[in-house]
């Protein structure tokens, strides 16, 4: 079975700024050309001179483009695209025969768009679009969650199966595997691009995550959490893999909840995930076997499955403690732990049996009670008081991409000595520039990060990889996003 090929869609506002895009996409096997957003489109400049295959569509804003001329301005567009030798048209199906099907048929991807979520007549809107006799068939449907994803799956290998060319796209943070995975949901192409919600950037996608290598054989892995689109889990478990040689991918798998993973991760037979907000003490309480920082702290970051079962570990305890303890001693320190989940849990644990005397702060005090009986720290009060720790360490997503102006305290109440924040993207959290702008010396989130990854990574694999590789796949990340 023929792989999936990679389709590039380039958008631009001029003719001349499409035609410089589309040649920059030197590694596609094909480019989607968006001139719905063209202002002087000149459909024959457009496709002259490409190297590349080209599909032309103008998608209107009806059907979430940008062209608002009128039907029949859009109707001349895509047939000037045919007259001037595009090798596909994108042609938006309406649920009524179009005479350009007929005619131009092995030429037409139609395309079917639901921005609201997953139809209930999906198979039936398949069979008939393809009973059109069209070239390829195009699904693109919003995700709502990752089991949306597996009725995708099986209408599109079914197809490919029956030797039929389709496209089935889930939309959104939960449809990601969609595009990735693209071959296991019977796509002849995956969409690369910034063009749709969900839409991976065509570099990443076939160095990162190796779309190219990808076979029914490779191994999934993965992050889950929601929101999970910033993390730079992927990219750092990729460049483990690529380093070992492992035929694997590991993926951000953006969950509706607990439920929705753990059979998602049966249908598609997932190997391993690490685990993120707000799901770590809710994994905990599913899996039978946990090791003794997992039980103690009720929550997990790693999981690994061994047959139809799945293991868990809590590595934050280490992860937290390796990049501060190798910077500064803090024999003799009071710390404040703002937050009251899994990662204050851990932090709070790790600090107390460092022999820091430690305080849990939370706007629930029951929590912060909670997390205080398991680690042995007090609880303070919530704002943290003024003079009241010499170690911060702030364990809540405040001051996380995308809400990069928010921070979990005033400035004026930064009067310690050092502020440890485990917020990783963006490195410089508005927390820790107010802190050092006070006089305080700062640590973030990324350090711990590398220090979880590769012991989650040792602990799947049996193999340990130079700090290197995660240090650089982490900050290449971390420069690739808009903090």
Same mark, same amino acid.
């Given at each position: 079975?023929a792989?999936?090929?990679?389709?590039v869609?380039v958008? #631009?506002?001029?003719?001349? $700024?499409?035609r410089?895009?589309?040649?920059a996409?030197?590694? #596609?096997?094909l480019v989607?050309?968006?001139?719905?957003g063209?202002e002087?489109?000149?459909?024959?400049?457009?496709l002259? /001179?490409?190297?590349?295959?080209?599909?032309?569509?103008c998608r209107?804003v009806q059907?979430?483009?940008?062209?608002d001329g009128?039907e %029949?301005? $859009?109707r001349?567009?895509i047939?000037e695209a045919?007259k001037c030798?595009a090798?596909? =048209?994108d042609i %938006?199906w309406n649920?009524?025969?179009?005479?350009?099907?007929?005619?131009?048929?092995?030429r037409i991807v139609?395309?079917?768009h639901?921005?609201?979520?997953?139809?209930?007549d999906?198979?039936?809107r398949?069979?008939?679009m393809?009973a059109?006799?069209v070239a390829?068939v195009?699904?693109? &449907?919003?995700?709502?969650?990752l089991?949306?994803l597996?009725?995708l !799956?099986?209408?599109?290998c079914?197809?490919?199966r029956d030797g039929?060319?389709?496209?089935i796209?889930?939309?959104?943070?939960?449809?990601?595997?969609?595009?990735?995975? *693209?071959?296991r949901?019977?796509?002849?192409?995956s969409?690369?691009?910034?063009?749709?919600p969900?839409?991976?950037?065509p570099?990443r996608?076939?160095?990162?995550?190796?779309?190219?290598?990808?076979?029914?054989s490779?191994e999934?892995?993965?992050?889950l959490g929601n929101?999970?689109?910033h993390?730079?889990?992927p !990219?750092m478990? +990729?460049?483990?893999f690529r380093?070992?040689?492992?035929?694997?991918?590991?993926?951000?798998? %953006? *969950?509706a909840?607990?439920?929705?993973?753990?059979?998602?991760?049966d249908a598609?037979r997932?190997?391993g995930?690490? =685990?993120?907000?707000?799901?770590?003490?809710e =994994?905990h309480s599913?899996v039978r076997?946990?090791?003794p920082?997992g039980?103690?702290?009720? !929550?997990v970051?790693?999981?690994?499955?061994? $047959? +139809?079962?799945?293991?868990?570990?809590?590595c934050?305890?280490?992860?937290?403690?390796?990049?501060?303890?190798?910077?500064?001693?803090?024999?003799g320190?009071r710390?404040?732990?703002?937050g009251?989940g899994?990662?204050a849990?851990a932090?709070?644990?790790g600090?107390?049996?460092s /022999?820091v005397?430690?305080?849990i702060c939370?706007r629930?005090?029951?929590?912060?009670e909670e997390a205080?009986?398991?680690?042995g720290a007090?609880v303070?009060v919530?704002p943290?008081e003024?003079?009241?720790?010499?170690?911060?360490?702030n364990?809540?997503p &405040? /001051?996380?991409?995308p809400?990069? +102006?928010?921070s979990?305290?005033p400035a004026?109440?930064l009067?310690g000595?050092?502020?440890y924040d485990?917020?990783?993207?963006p490195?410089r959290t508005?927390?820790?520039k107010?802190?050092?702008?006070r /006089?305080?010396?700062?640590l973030?989130?990324?350090e711990m990060l590398v220090?979880?990854?590769?012991?989650q990574?040792?602990?799947?694999?049996? &193999?340990?990889v130079? +700090?290197s =590789?995660?240090?650089t796949?982490a900050?290449n990340?971390?420069t690739?996003t808009?903090e």
């Amino acid at each position: 079975m023929a792989q999936s090929q990679v389709c590039v869609t380039v958008r #631009a506002t001029t003719t001349d $700024q499409l035609r410089q895009r589309r040649d920059a996409a030197v590694e #596609a096997d094909l480019v989607e050309l968006r001139v719905d957003g063209v202002e002087d489109l000149d459909v024959s400049g457009v496709l002259k /001179g490409r190297s590349k295959p080209a599909i032309v569509t103008c998608r209107t804003v009806q059907d979430g483009g940008s062209f608002d001329g009128g039907e %029949e301005a $859009q109707r001349r567009i895509i047939a000037e695209a045919l007259k001037c030798g595009a090798e596909y =048209v994108d042609i %938006e199906w309406n649920g009524s025969p179009d005479p350009r099907i007929t005619k131009h048929g092995s030429r037409i991807v139609l395309s079917s768009h639901d921005f609201s979520g997953r139809p209930s007549d999906l198979a039936d809107r398949y069979s008939a679009m393809r009973a059109t006799g069209v070239a390829v068939v195009k699904l693109a &449907v919003k995700a709502k969650s990752l089991m949306d994803l597996v009725p995708l !799956a099986d209408l599109g290998c079914r197809a490919k199966r029956d030797g039929e060319q389709v496209v089935i796209i889930g939309m959104g943070g939960p449809g990601v595997a969609s595009r990735i995975l *693209a071959d296991r949901f019977g796509a002849c192409w995956s969409y690369a691009g910034d063009a749709a919600p969900g839409q991976v950037d065509p570099d990443r996608l076939i160095r990162e995550f190796r779309f190219r290598e990808l076979s029914d054989s490779t191994e999934v892995y993965g992050v889950l959490g929601n929101p999970v689109m910033h993390s730079l889990s992927p !990219a750092m478990h +990729n460049a483990g893999f690529r380093a070992i040689s492992k035929d694997a991918v590991y993926l951000p798998l %953006e *969950a509706a909840d607990v439920d929705d993973f753990f059979s998602f991760a049966d249908a598609f037979r997932i190997s391993g995930v690490s =685990v993120t907000a707000p799901f770590k003490e809710e =994994v905990h309480s599913r899996v039978r076997e946990s090791d003794p920082i997992g039980k103690r702290i009720g !929550a997990v970051n790693t999981l690994q499955r061994v $047959q +139809n079962n799945w293991r868990a570990m809590n590595c934050d305890v280490d992860g937290f403690l390796e990049p501060l303890l190798s910077r500064f001693t803090i024999d003799g320190w009071r710390a404040t732990v703002i937050g009251a989940g899994g990662a204050a849990k851990a932090a709070s644990v790790g600090l107390v049996e460092s /022999g820091v005397l430690t305080k849990i702060c939370a706007r629930r005090q029951e929590k912060a009670e909670e997390a205080a009986r398991v680690s042995g720290a007090t609880v303070g009060v919530f704002p943290v008081e003024p003079n009241s720790w010499d170690l911060l360490v702030n364990a809540t997503p &405040v /001051g996380m991409t995308p809400q990069v +102006n928010e921070s979990p305290l005033p400035a004026s109440s930064l009067d310690g000595r050092l502020v440890y924040d485990l917020v990783y993207n963006p490195s410089r959290t508005l927390l820790l520039k107010e802190a050092a702008k006070r /006089g305080c010396r700062t640590l973030g989130g990324l350090e711990m990060l590398v220090a979880q990854a590769k012991r989650q990574f040792e602990w799947w694999t049996g &193999v340990q990889v130079p +700090n290197s =590789v995660f240090e650089t796949a982490a900050k290449n990340g971390l420069t690739s996003t808009v903090e």
